[in-house]
């Protein structure tokens, strides 16, 4: 597949948006969900993170026509036995909320002496060519006791990761997270793909 020069970025998550873009180099244009005028939900129905970014950047591929990548992330919790996992949107409920999803997630672990965890990221990219590629990214870490920080979203303010000085993800700047991130991780692989073609 020659490397496209424009890549469209399957999600209506802007916090997602935010950190890709400055890990594509300048000769691959990024376009939003709304930039190729696609304002629905995109289906997100299986039971794997895999599952779910290949449906939606196929989805998008086929409804809209275009190039282009999707991911999923989950937060994987080694004392909850790899949960909430796939579903960490709607770990406390299908409003999807991020203060809701923390606070269940620091009730679960209460009085728990294994706070491990990690974040994984699947990318999925749906090539013009018809054809799926997936990359993995993932970061070691542990669940704090309370939540700290004003960036990053979801659950940034509880996730420490182990490659960091003790701060959260939330206490760092966008380009901190970025040197170690799950995203940036699973994208790395998708670069590295992009340039070997
Ligand atoms: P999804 O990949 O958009 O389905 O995200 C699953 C859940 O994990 C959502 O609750 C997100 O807010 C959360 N999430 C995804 N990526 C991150 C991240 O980089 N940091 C913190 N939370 C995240």
Request: aromatic content about 6%.
């Amino acid at each position: 597949m020659p490397a496209p020069t424009q890549l469209c970025f399957a999600s209506n998550n802007a916090h997602k948006l935010d950190e890709i873009r400055p890990l594509l180099p300048p000769s691959l244009a990024l376009l939003s969900l709304a930039d190729i005028g696609c304002h629905e939900e995109l289906p997100e129905t299986q039971d794997t993170l895999e599952g779910n970014a290949r449906q939606k950047a196929e989805y998008v591929r086929q409804h809209y026509g275009v190039a282009c990548f999707a991911d999923d992330t989950g937060l994987e919790v080694t004392a909850l036995d790899g949960a909430p996992g796939v579903y960490s949107a709607r770990y406390a409920g299908p409003q999807r909320l991020a203060e809701d999803n923390v606070a269940k997630l620091l009730q679960e672990l209460a009085g728990s002496a294994d706070r491990s965890a990690r974040f994984r990221t699947v990318v999925a990219l749906a090539g013009a060519d018809g054809t799926v590629h997936e990359f993995a990214g993932e970061v070691a870490g542990h669940i704090a006791e309370h939540g700290r920080g004003t960036g990053g979203f979801g659950y940034d303010p509880v996730f420490v990761p182990a490659e960091g000085d003790g701060r959260t993800f939330a206490e760092m700047s966008g380009t901190e997270k970025n040197l170690i991130s799950h995203r940036a991780r699973a994208v790395a692989g998708l670069l590295t793909f992009l340039n070997e073609d």
